[in-house]
């Protein structure tokens, strides 16, 4: 059985408060894009974790389709069989994208679906919350607004499918936690729930993303990529999550052609 775990987008990402648990608290809103990894179990008589694509650093115990896997055979002892677990990585790392948690929520839905567990998405929600704070999104994968360590959701009304999104993904991994540890948490400037009464076209200098000025002070061509983005035409850009990846919203049928120095890889949604 094979899925396809997609990414997401933050359109508009604010940090509001350092909690005591160490954790962040934020106020975002996250959108899918069809951007996509491939995962495939295929019954086995040893469970094994099978990696190609993009090379995926750490140890498997650390992959987040491994512990979806491992989480669920906990909670359904003798129901979860082994697996060969065949993984293709096209999302990148360390760039705000979400594509590892994306995988674990996946995997949480794949083997639910194979083995007939009768999980609702409520159910894999709460389970998908202890692989990452993210991870939920990816059980319901439609537009939400998100708010505290972005597992508490809320439908958001919102569409993008009459523009095109153009993903520009550099060769640089950002560190999630040291971009967190370069933020003064304050109040959302913008409320990110009435985003879809917000013309898109009013988005620019109202929706930001809190992440950005540490981000591209360290990293100036991402900034350059960003302004790249909006002097051939983009709606509304932003880079996605703390990084590094980028996104313009244009036109239907436009998009940007990049120069930089760095090593693109770039994804054109219609």
Known sequence: MVCFPNCKINLGLYVTNKRSDGYHDIETAFYPV????????????????????????????????????????????????????????????????????ADGAFMLQLVNRYCQLGLSNEAMAALALQL????????????????????????????????????????????????????????????LSQLASIPVTEWRG???????????????ALADIKTQLYTQGAIYASMSGSGSALYGIFKKGERAVIDSPLALEEVYVE
């Open 34 to 101: 069809m951007f996509q990894d491939v995962l495939e179990i295929v019954p086995a008589t040893t469970a094994t974790l099978h990696l190609s694509g993009i090379t995926v650093a750490g140890n498997q115990a650390d992959n987040l389709v491994w512990k979806a896997y491992q989480l669920l055979q906990g909670q359904f002892p003798g129901k979860v069989p082994a697996f060969d677990i065949y993984l293709n990585k096209t999302i990148p790392m360390g760039a705000g994208l979400g594509g590892g948690s």
């Open 206 to 220: 109202l929706v930001s993303n809190d992440f950005e000025a540490p981000v591209f002070l360290k990293h100036p």
């Open 132 to 191: 990452g704070s993210d991870c939920p999104f990816f059980i319901y994968n439609t537009p939400q607004f998100a708010t505290g360590r972005g597992e508490k959701m809320a439908p958001l009304p919102i569409s993008l499918s009459a523009y095109s999104i153009q993903l520009i993904c550099p060769a640089v991994h950002v560190s999630t936690r040291d971009a967190f540890s370069a933020i003064v948490p304050k109040p959302a400037p913008v409320g």
